[in-house]
């Protein structure tokens, strides 16, 4: 049966959250597979506005089977707070959520040291993270010795394995940071289980109901979480989320290998945007960026940091296009540029006096890329309220034309609006 997968396709907050919600009417199951707390998505159903950050959108129908695959780092807390606020507003939670025993449990020595190593590095060279502990608890998850899955919560030892783990804990975070309170590993150790004992109706082997869906007849939308350029291994490293956020993190976060996915939907902003440190070549750090950030409403959801703004990035997109396998694009907030009287787009970067067209694998020569821009002209006219590609401005669709043919994928998607009713489908979409 068709799997489909949404993956942002620059530094997230792409509004994959609407696509999602969107998207759900035509699936059984929506699957989060990697990342943790450190994303929000922001779904607005008629009068409704829910933030959600760990918990996948499809939650927000009940008919569907929303799954936290053992790819994400799960909070606890944060997780059960997330929970508790939906049932609060009417929303079911109960056997519609599933959450892998394999997940990864992040601890308060994971905020602790996240917030410890971000601090350490030098102003200007530090991640910028959201602190909430998700490339510490990854760190461990590759390491081993210092990790806790959500299953091990269940069982024999696992106080003693907290009190060892605290332990070596103390040791490396009272080195790290002058006034750290060492913690407690029994206070720590009934906190969690409390936790655990409230999350045990939902947690389960994802991985093998995930493979039974692929293999018989449920279908399946994969929610990416940040973007693709924030990918561990192939993304601005190291200014990078701990996951594989582009669309090779679909198969080893959730389990289910990639011939069984039959459609990538990339999504991209009209413009670029990014939060926290890292080199960004289309930045605009002038009245133009402030322009996009207001209209667009440019802070951070977790976090509501300010996001840094810049033009649309091609060359960086048609790299994230590719390598997550991207089959069309979905093109969000397409109505933040409304007001503009031109428009520029990066089609290639000059670095060190060469005109590069791929997207450089080290940090250093992202640095130092000039962008090289073409410029559009606007539309200059309100677009919110539009409701078919075909009857969007000449120069909107012409804009949406240059992207598409740039990055090599066609538009089959266009948002004008946080509304599910500003979507438009593109006449040759299976996505309607
Ligand atoms: P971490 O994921 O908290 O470790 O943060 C690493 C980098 O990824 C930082 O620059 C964060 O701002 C960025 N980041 C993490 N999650 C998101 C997200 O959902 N949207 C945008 N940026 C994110």
Redesign the pocket.
Known sequence: MPATCVI?LQ???EAKGKLVDLLTLQHDIVVRYQ??A???HTVVAGDQTYKLSLIPSGILNPAVQSVIAGGVVINPPSCLAEIDGLVERGIQVTKNLMISDRAHVIFPWHMAE?RALDSSVSSGEN?????????PCYRDKVGRAHAIRLGDLYREGIEQRIERIVEAKNRTLASMSDNFEPLNAATIAEEYLGYAERLKPFVADTTSYLLDAAEGDKRILFEG???AL?DIDHGTFP?????N?SGVGVSSGSGVPGRYITKVLGVIKAYS??????PFPTEQDNDTGQHLRDRGNEY????R?P?RCGWFDAVAVRYTARLSGVDSLAVMLLDVLAALPEIQICTAYEIDGQRVTDFPSHVDDLRRAKPIYETLPGWQQEITGVRSIEDLPANARKYLDRISELVGRPVDVVSVGPDREQTMFSKTSNLR
Do not use: K
């Open positions: 942002g530094w997230g907050d990342g943790g450190n994303a929000g996240d991640i910028g993270t959201t602190q909430r502990g998700i490339g979480a940040q973007g924030l200014y990078v989320t701990s996951s956020s945007t990014r939060v926290g440190g890292g951070g959801t977790v976090t940091r996001r």
